[in-house]
Antibody
Framework: QVQLVESGGDVVQPGKSLRLSCTAS????????MHWVRRAPGRGLEWVAL????????YYADSVKDRFTISRDNSRSTLYLEMESLKVEDTGLYHC?????????????WGQGTLVTVSS | EMVLTQFPATLSLSPGERATLSCRAS??????LAWYQQRPGQAPRLLIY???TRATGIPARFRGSGSGTDFTLTISSLEPEDFAVYYC???????????FGQGTKLEIK
């Protein structure tokens, strides 16, 4: 069955960088788009970024544009989220999720998430 | 900017009852809406997409409807495992971008 396992979450200071990873198994990773979605403490879900099946297209929420970079390594079935210039408001649980198609449909299933805390 | 408003914020019902959850958009769009369920300690899972299509493995008691600005998730007869938080999500066509509602907590009465 499909499994998505996130890693890389940590406690970092504002302004610092962090890279998250999501290792996928149970499906042909290179055939599907992938998303990152986060949930801040006490708040709802916020979509962060989307990458197409082949990595040629990337899309971002306005709140992270120019600071975050989504990428993928299809040979390793791994998705990444490079986060720079981190802000306190970036704190949250970050989930990766498989798209239903090649790019920009719906997210299913999701991983359990990795926790990012941005604090001085 | 698209805003999705879910109501009620909390819905208290008993097993076997019918649940009606609403999601209202600040701007009209077609049927690019999905519903997700999040149980405590679990990741969200897709229930309904394209407003009314059940995702793989989702029981028939879950039904999505609506278009334009008003969408509804109906659970015909609540099972104990249905008590969770439900989110609606809208997708803009181009460029792809997504907005979530703030969630409805469905709790046992």
């Amino acid at each position: 069955q499909v499994q998505l396992v996130e890693s890389g979450g940590d406690v970092v200071q504002p302004g610092k960088s962090l890279r998250l990873s999501c290792t996928a198994s149970g499906f042909t990773f290179s055939n599907y788009g992938m998303h990152w979605v986060r949930r801040a403490p006490g708040r709802g879900l916020e979509w962060v970024a989307l990458i197409s099946f082949d990595g040629s297209e990337t899309y971002y929420a306005d709140s992270v544009k120019d600071r975050f970079t989504i990428s993928r390594d299809n040979s390793r079935s791994t998705l990444y989220l490079e986060m720079e210039s981190l802000k306190v408001e970036d704190t949250g649980l970050y989930h990766c999720a498989k798209d239903l198609g090649t790019t920009g449909r719906w997210s299913d299933p999701w991983g359990q998430g990795t926790l990012v805390t941005v604090s001085s | 900017e698209m805003v999705l408003t879910q109501f009620p914020a909390t819905l208290s019902l008993s097993p076997g009852e019918r649940a009606t959850l609403s999601c209202r958009a600040s701007q009209s769009f077609s049927s690019n809406l999905a519903w997700y369920q999040q149980r405590p300690g679990q990741a969200p899972r897709l229930l309904i997409y394209d407003a009314s299509t059940r995702a793989t493995g989702i029981p028939a008691r879950f039904r999505g409807s609506g278009s334009g600005t008003d969408f509804t998730l109906t659970i015909s007869s609540l099972e104990p495992e249905d008590f969770a938080v439900y989110y609606c999500q809208q997708r803009s066509h181009w460029p792809p971008a997504y907005t979530f509602g703030q969630g409805t907590k469905l709790e046992i009465k």
